[in-house]
């Protein structure tokens, strides 16, 4: 739940709350592959790719729903030139 939500005050801009929902979604589960997705694609539209690909590495490396389209999109992430 705490996931979900974090996703959609993301897609609201409200980075802040979302930032703070997703944190508490990883102190519960650490293992939750789409909660790291979802915290590394809140980083990446923040312009943090430090940040983000450890948590978008992690989630694939945990497997779950949708793995074959995350590792797309990573995939994708990775290409995009560094600043």
Do not use: C
């Amino acid at each position: 739940m705490l996931t979900e939500l974090g996703a959609w005050l993301t897609a609201a801009n409200q980075s802040d709350e979302a930032k703070l929902l997703l944190l508490q979604a990883l102190a519960l589960d650490d293992t939750s592959a789409l909660a790291h997705w979802r915290m590394g694609e809140l980083l990446a539209a923040a312009n943090d790719r430090a940040g983000a690909t450890p948590h978008y590495a992690k989630s694939l490396a945990l497997g779950g729903p949708l793995l074959e389209e995350r590792q797309i999109a990573y995939d994708a992430f990775k290409k995009v030139a560094q600043p």
